[in-house]
């Protein structure tokens, strides 16, 4: 029955088409609507079908938005489909960066130049694979908050968010001349827990009051109906998710339960997957991709690509699921277009599609940027984290009978030094552990300088530790990015309970607060003369690495972009130009060269880099280099540790 609803709406169109005549004698403005009677979206009065795809402005630096814009553009796509991430906007209460490379409204500007639509979502929460879903960490400031329910302190926060965000938004909708078709409200509801609808219904009224009676409200929910039943609310249009392989039209029979009427929309249809360190690259085949596209075209159904392009988690913008699974630094998500912009198989797979059932522009595709191969550089080694503490902590250190998290730090990203004295002599080796699993999410651990081990969240909570009462213990902990989906979303950083040594619970310690960022561009590391060579070992302490390299003369177009591979190294973070580059791994995998984007490179001086490597870099050996490379290395899994963990919405039977 639902099967046939789904194909009437094909039927329809034409129906659709004659309502048409009597609405444009009006001279009508511009609008956008649902039509119930029909079963599809309307615009100016004429019957709509969306064919969109993601981009996440906020993983591709703003020079580049244009082309992959107009790439998407002459792929066939009448819309974008995009997120705002609420933390990327708002880094500490009440102050909001809109500019460079978060500059929304330019890049609503130029979607809306180049002839694409919007399909905005502005969240409160985004889930998208970024940092805690797009919300600020700086909630967490409240312990026991209760995120995306109608928690006091959550919705004053929204509150003032979206006040300040929604009439940014508000010129830019399609009937005030711009681009913007839909509004999304909260993300994938019906996943959470809290199936709260006092908060659905207050966030209803919030965008409501913000951005008028007349404009589409929607929600996505996986397609199955015990996902649409706390994500649908009355007032707001019901749309699903699903990937190819599914079922399509069982999938928006789901839909059609929770909206019996109106157009069938699937608001993401995977591309491609995301990743995991330590697990295999998704990979998702371009003909199964064209296949269940082209079934959901053939229904009349409105689509969006997700991803269409997936970008970069510059800095530390990754998120995790849990059991504690960080994402990589590359977004690629096996995406039409590549991490950095590519025309892919996929791309030319997916035009071919939309082209059965629309018209693609004329005139050429933009081309694949040029990448260059600088080589390789050579490293130096500066100062190790415990050597330069001092001077990375530009709040000075604090003292605390037990461990402070990064909330009571008031830092939110980055690295966090904790100091303590061995409290009594450990001849042998004696546990140092987390007995409650609290270190978040990585800690290096040395004593008197010496690298002794690493604690890791869900995965090592105990190693043995050596040296005499009174030797110092210095543990540098990595946030390694927040939980983005499920009920672990409050994911506080640091060390969130305490260490014990044998059965004594650690105390005194000093917590240094890193301004590592700061540091590495205002170029205050420096090589320490009273340093010996470190003797080879398989672990050594965090360390500062430097190294510059200049564009070669007389090759034109240069910089161009390019990939930095890590080979020998073990885990850290990059910086170019105080550019942070984000995490590498390759020890890891699977991902082993890192984006370099052209424009923070420059013809007029030496590039400076610089590296934090936790683990080990192969500076003993003399060969103490990184490279650029043409070409990206993303699925070379050298620890594999699981098979893609969570499929999305593949527990088809929560319906
Ligand atoms: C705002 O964000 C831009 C782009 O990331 C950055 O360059 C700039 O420094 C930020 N401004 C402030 C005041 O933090
Ligand atoms: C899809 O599901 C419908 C029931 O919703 C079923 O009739 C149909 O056979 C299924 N199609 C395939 C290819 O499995
Ligand atoms: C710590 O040392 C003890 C005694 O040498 C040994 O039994 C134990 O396995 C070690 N634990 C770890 C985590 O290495
Ligand atoms: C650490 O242990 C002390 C003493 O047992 C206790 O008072 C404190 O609450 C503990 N801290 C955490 C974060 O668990
Ligand atoms: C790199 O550092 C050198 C030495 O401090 C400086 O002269 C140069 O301008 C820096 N390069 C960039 C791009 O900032
Ligand atoms: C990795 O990807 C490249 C390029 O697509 C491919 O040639 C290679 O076979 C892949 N390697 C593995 C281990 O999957």
Redo the contacts with the bound molecule.
């Keep these: 029955m639902r099967l046939n609803m789904a194909f009437s709406s094909v039927g329809t169109a034409l129906l659709c088409a004659l309502a048409l005549t009597t609405h444009l004698t009006w001279a009508s403005p511009r609008t956008f609507s649902i039509d119930y009677q029909n079963d599809c979206f309307r615009k100016d009065g004429e019957p709509f079908r969306y064919i969109s795809g993601s981009i996440h402005y906020s993983r591709i630096p703003r020079v580049y938005w244009k082309d992959r814009l107009l790439k998407m553009y002459m792929a066939g796509l009448n819309a974008i489909q995009m997120y705002v991430p609420w933390n990327y906007h708002e880094p500490a209460p009440s102050h909001y960066n809109f500019s460079g490379d978060r500059d929304l409204q330019h890049f609503l500007q130029l979607a809306q130049d180049i002839g694409l639509l919007v399909i905005i979502r502005p969240g409160p929460y985004i889930c998208a694979e970024w940092d805690m879903g797009g919300l600020p960490a700086w909630l967490l400031n409240k312990k026991d908050i209760v995120l995306r329910s109608s928690d006091a302190d959550y919705l004053d926060a929204v509150d003032k968010w979206m006040g300040k965000l929604l009439p940014m938004l508000k010129p830019f909708l399609y009937q005030n001349g711009g681009p913007i078709i839909t509004v999304q409200v909260e993300n994938e509801y019906g996943s959470y827990f809290a199936c709260d609808f006092n908060y659905l219904r207050h966030l209803s009224q919030l965008f409501r009051s913000h951005l008028g009676q007349e404009v589409v409200l929607f929600t996505t929910d996986g397609a199955g109906l015990g996902y649409l039943r706390c994500g649908a609310l009355q007032g707001l249009y019901a749309t699903v998710d699903f990937g190819p392989g599914a079922n399509v039209s069982s999938a928006f029979a789901a839909q059609r339960h929770a909206e019996p009427h109106g157009p069938l929309v699937n608001s993401e249809f995977y591309t491609g997957w995301l990743d995991h360190w330590g697990e295999r690259h998704a990979v998702v085949s371009s003909a199964i991709v064209a296949k269940s596209l082209n079934e959901i075209l053939a229904l009349g159904a409105n689509v969006n690509l997700y991803m269409f392009i997936g970008g970069t988690n510059f800095g530390y913008w990754n998120g995790a699921n849990s059991p504690y699974a960080p994402q990589p630094t590359s977004y690629d998500y096996d995406a039409p277009l590549s991490e950095a912009g590519d025309l892919t198989d996929k791309y030319f797979a997916i035009r071919d599609v939309i082209s059965l059932y629309s018209k693609i522009p004329e005139g050429p595709v933009p081309p694949s940027t040029p990448k260059y191969a600088y080589g390789a550089v050579k490293m130096k080694r500066l100062q190790t984290v415990s050597e330069a503490a001092d001077l990375l902590s530009f709040s000075g250190p604090v003292k605390s009978?037990?461990?402070l998290?990064f909330s009571e730090m008031n830092q939110y990203f980055g690295f966090l030094l904790y100091r303590t004295k061995l409290p009594v002599d450990c001849t042998t080796p004696s546990p140092l552990s987390s007995p409650?699993n609290?270190v978040h999410d990585r800690a290096y651990v040395s004593v008197n300088g010496v690298a002794s081990g690493i604690l890791e969240r869900d995965k090592s909570i105990t190693i043995n530790i050596t040296g005499k009462a009174g030797s110092l213990v210095d543990i540098l902990v990595e946030n390694m990015g927040r939980v983005n989906y499920g009920k672990n979303i409050n994911d506080f950083k640091g060390?969130?309970?305490?260490l014990t040594l044998g059965s004594e619970?650690l105390?005194d310690w000093v917590v240094y607060s890193l301004a590592i960022d700061e540091a590495v561009s205002k170029g205050l590391l420096h090589e320490d003369a009273s340093l010996e060579a470190a003797p080879p070992s398989h672990l050594s302490t965090p360390t500062f690495y430097a190294g510059s390299f200049s564009i070669p003369d007389g090759i034109p177009d240069l910089p161009q972009d390019t990939y930095i591979q890590f080979p020998g190294w073990g885990k850290g973070q990059v910086w170019i130009n105080g550019f942070n580059l984000g995490r590498y791994w390759p020890s890891k995998g699977p991902q082993v060269t890192l984006y370099v984007p052209a424009h923070i490179l420059t013809t007029a001086a030496p590039n400076n880099m610089t590296v934090l490597e936790f683990e080990s870099a192969p500076c003993t050996e003399g060969a103490c280099t990184v490279e650029f490379t043409d070409t990206p290395i993303l699925n070379a899994t050298i620890t594999h540790t699981a098979a893609n963990r969570r499929r999305l919405f593949s527990k088809e039977d929560l319906s």
């Design positions: 009978a037990f461990p998290s409650l609290g060390l969130v309970s305490n619970v105390r």
